[in-house]
């Protein structure tokens, strides 16, 4: 039957002609698993080329009528993209006002024009584009996906500075109109964990200090790359954060009043997921620290809400009896942090910036990292954020559960973790609590700007525009 199917289709496409009488062999007609295997492959993969061919066309097409009934259609959108900028900022959304926000201020008081883009329409770092507050400043909302990848693709800038990875890696392609991609790191880990070729075709790092250079030039050299400017002006989002961690401290401070010694707060606060302390212990981890007489404050990883809403549920109901323990659901972890007395964690992103933030000790669970599919694969050594660990606080494992509450008070009494943690500290975070200044210079020499220019005095209302952004 295949025989006289496949006769008739060589028929009718004339390639039966080529074997007298029309009959083809028995052998002609024989297919080896390994070439049908071959033939079946390049189907799919023309199908498949030809699915996503037409899908990105659609995407572009579609991109480019959004764009033309935008507000910012026509004659005003050919202009936007004519206009050169000296320093444009591109940020995905309001979850990294803490870092664009202080830089935004700086550039405004030393009287620097920019661009201010945000894929976030909510963003409240928009806001300060209007009402005159920063009359240098202008801001605008590019959308999501092929939209703002778009406008990113027809800017004309001197320099643009992003906290967005991946260059010319994924959706982000370089604009021929800039003449400089500078990616701003926005926490103190060395990068380790970033996905591969995360900085690669940047033309410079702005980093906090010696153990992110050591990251990027081992992986420029394992790969060849071109030495790219490593500038070592330290981590923007703590000039956010450390005056409103002293802010916090003060009213802890008031709150505690003349009040004996009490015994030590713990803040308990993971990251989501399968590597997650709620996820891997449970109750049995919170209990064993409230029932040992501790005060204690569990503060979920934000996701967790989202993800793991049953377990959080069942926690909660698990240890309602618990009257020294609650719960802790704000945006804002700085109050949390500085009510408390040392941090019990994993591997989620407060682990630092408590240290840092409090000079107080952390506790972190000890276990196997996966390094696949991230940088670290790559290097040679061990990341910086695991090796410094037992500088700021204790690992511990599930055996040392038992023992949490002795371990904590020994950590809570120690006369030299703060010296260490203080250490770590200066020597990997430069300009801590003030490196929006140096950056906000390096970014104007790069973009032939003046950063010594005298500094505007502030319009009316600026501050306090800034502050309640930040705070949003």
């Known amino acids: 039957m295949f025989d006289l199917h496949l ?39 023309i199908a498949s080329t030809a699915y996503f061919v037409a899908k990105d066309l659609l995407y572009r097409a579609g991109t480019r009528v959004r764009m033309l ?26 979850q990294y006002r803490s870092t664009f926000g202080p830089l935004l201020q700086q550039m405004q008081r030393r009287g620097l024009p920019c661009l201010y883009l945000s894929s976030d329409a ?6 300060l584009g209007q009402g005159g507050q920063y009359p240098q400043l202008r801001t605008e909302h590019i959308g999501h ?38 990616h701003i790191v926005h ?35 394992l790969r060849g790359r071109r030495r790219k400017e490593l500038f070592s002006e330290g981590c923007v989002y703590y000039d956010s954060l450390v005056p409103r961690y002293a802010a916090a401290s003060e009213v802890a401070a ?43 404050v569990i503060r979920p990883h934000p996701q967790s809400a989202r993800s793991e809403a049953e377990l959080l549920a069942r926690l909660q109901r698990e240890c309602a ?16 942090m500085a009510m408390s007395d040392i941090l019990v964690s994993d591997i989620s992103g407060i682990v630092f910036d408590y240290a840092f933030l409090t000079g107080r000790p952390v506790l972190t669970m000890d276990f196997s990292v996966d390094k696949r599919g991230f940088e670290a694969m790559d290097l040679p050594f061990e990341p910086w ?34 010296t260490q943690i203080r250490l770590l500290r200066d020597t990997h975070v430069l300009n801590f609590g003030h490196a929006s200044e140096a950056a906000v210079e390096r970014i104007a020499q790069l973009a032939g700007l003046d950063a010594q220019a005298q500094p505007l005095e502030a319009a009316p209302g600026a501050g306090l525009a800034l502050a309640t952004a930040l705070s949003a």
């Open 69 to 94: 009934l935008s507000p910012r259609s026509g004659a005003a959108l050919r202009a936007a993209q004519r206009e050169e900028h000296p320093v444009v900022f591109y940020s995905e959304g309001r």
């Open 122 to 127: 909510e963003d409240p770092l928009l806001a």
């Open 385 to 418: 954020e695991l090796s410094s660990l037992e500088l700021i606080g204790r690992r511990i494992g599930l055996d040392d559960v038992p023992a949490l509450p002795k371990i904590i008070r020994e950590e809570t009494t120690s006369p030299v973790r703060a």
């Open 254 to 296: 008031l709150a505690k009043g003349g009040a004996p010694q009490r015994v030590p707060r713990v803040l308990l606060a993971p990251t989501w997921g399968k590597n997650g302390l709620l996820t891997r212990y449970g109750s049995p981890l919170i209990r064993a620290i409230a029932e040992a007489g501790l005060e204690l």
């Open 321 to 336: 009896a618990l009257p020294n323990c609650c719960w802790d659901f704000n945006a804002d972890p700085v109050e949390a």
């Open 145 to 182: 996906g092929h939209m703002a990848w778009a406008r990113l693709r027809t800017l004309r800038a001197r320099v643009v500075c992003m906290t967005t990875p991946g260059l010319d890696v994924l959706q982000i392609r370089r604009s021929p109109h800039v003449r400089h991609y500078m």
């Open 7 to 45: 006769q008739a289709l060589l028929a009718e496409t004339g390639l039966a002609l080529l074997v007298p009488g029309g009959d083809l062999p028995p052998q002609l007609l024989y297919l080896d698993p390994g070439t049908g295997s071959l033939l079946f492959s390049v189907i799919v993969g």
């Open 187 to 221: 926490s103190p880990t060395d990068k380790s964990f970033n996905r591969p070729y995360s900085f690669d075709f940047f033309d410079s790092v702005l980093i906090n200090g010696p153990h992110q250079e050591r990251v990027i030039r081992c992986l420029e050299e």
